[in-house]
């Protein structure tokens, strides 16, 4: 045998040992976890609402959206700081209350071909909760949380450094269910966070629910976490609310609902790129890497935008 070939010999012989190990770390891992995944039914009718794309080349892109996405006047995202940003009143500060701190007795994460959607099951019936601020003496029920990448909603000072925005999804309490509110003005409160991408550094928040994302790479499948919970605090990462813009505006995904009180959280988080890797390998229902899913920027149309200082 010439070294030449002892050279490539030797090396597949390492690629080999080296799929065995990660293999077999992935079996004990899985193991561990006493993980359940598995591949979700999905219906047509459900299909048929998931059939939108990101791309305005495609005949189901964002110009092309059905419903209240193109006749709407409320309609989100928006660049807030478009126009001048209005004082509110510090009377009733925006704050978590109920199950906020507390560990839900597990946390499902799902890959809708779009992103991924991660909800807590709670011992019962405990639900983090928001009031006051924009939300007045309404208190408001966590539904999800969810991300968006490049952000959605923008600002003249960050530019193009926004690169992840996380919704946190709530429903007014009065309507006892999201679907009740969906279609109410006062239905939805959305906390909005966004992050910039950094190489170096310490990142200023923990994103507890990011190991969770390998098992729902592929599209339609699931998965549900018992043992590593995290609240919906940890997920949010902060308890006291920060500095935070308001306005009224829509869902950002198809049929755009004008239903949500918007609560952006003034403030660039920064999160390594490492990090983002992991969001970026969720894959679309064509077996792709979901390279973006936000939507364009939408015109104010007059809208007022509140800033709530130092609450
Ligand atoms: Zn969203």
């Known amino acids: 045998m010439t070294s030449k070939n002892k050279v490539r010999q030797n090396i597949f012989f390492l690629i080999f040992v080296s799929i065995i190990i990660d293999k077999s770390c992935g079996f004990f891992k899985h193991a561990e976890l006493h993980y359940r995944k598995h ?26 959206w059905p419903s209240s996405c193109n006749s709407g006047h409320n309609q989100s995202p928006i660049a807030y700081d478009l126009v001048p940003l209005l004082a509110a009143s510090h009377q009733h500060p925006l704050k978590l209350i109920g199950a906020y701190n507390t560990r839900p007795k597990q946390v499902h994460v799902i890959n ?16 983090p909760q928001i009031t006051g601020g924009p939300l007045h003496d309404d208190i408001y029920n966590f539904a999800s949380f969810h991300f968006h990448y490049p952000c959605e909603h923008r600002t003249l000072k960050y530019r193009n450094r926004c690169n992840l925005e996380l919704h946190f999804v709530h429903f007014n ?25 950094t190489e170096w550094g310490q990142p200023l928040k923990s994103l507890p629910f990011l190991p969770m994302l390998h098992h729902i790479y592929e599209p339609d499948t699931d998965y549900s976490e018992i043992y590593h919970v995290f609240s919906y ?10 500095k935070i813009v308001s306005y009224k505006g829509s869902l950002t995904t198809p049929g755009c609902a004008e239903s949500v ?19 970026y390998k969720v894959r679309d229902h064509e077996g792709l890497r979901i390279k973006r899913n936000n939507r364009p920027i939408q015109p104010i149309n007059g809208r007022k935008v509140y800033v709530y200082n130092d609450l």
């Open 112 to 127: 809708s071909g779009h992103g991924a959607t991660f909800s807590f099951v709670y011992q019962n019936n405990a639900v």
């Open 233 to 242: 605090a940890d997920a949010l990462g902060f308890r006291t609310v920060p």
């Open 261 to 279: 009180t918007w609560i952006v959280v003034d403030h660039l988080f920064l999160i390594l790129e490492n990090d983002m890797d992991k969001i």
């Open 39 to 64: 591949h979700r039914v999905i219906t047509n009718e459900t299909k048929q609402y998931l059939q939108f794309t990101y791309e305005d080349k495609n005949d189901d892109g964002p110009s092309h």
């Open 173 to 197: 309490s009065k309507y006892q269910t999201i679907e009740n509110s969906i279609d109410k003005s006062d239905g939805l409160a959305v906390i909005a966070v966004l992050f910039e991408e």
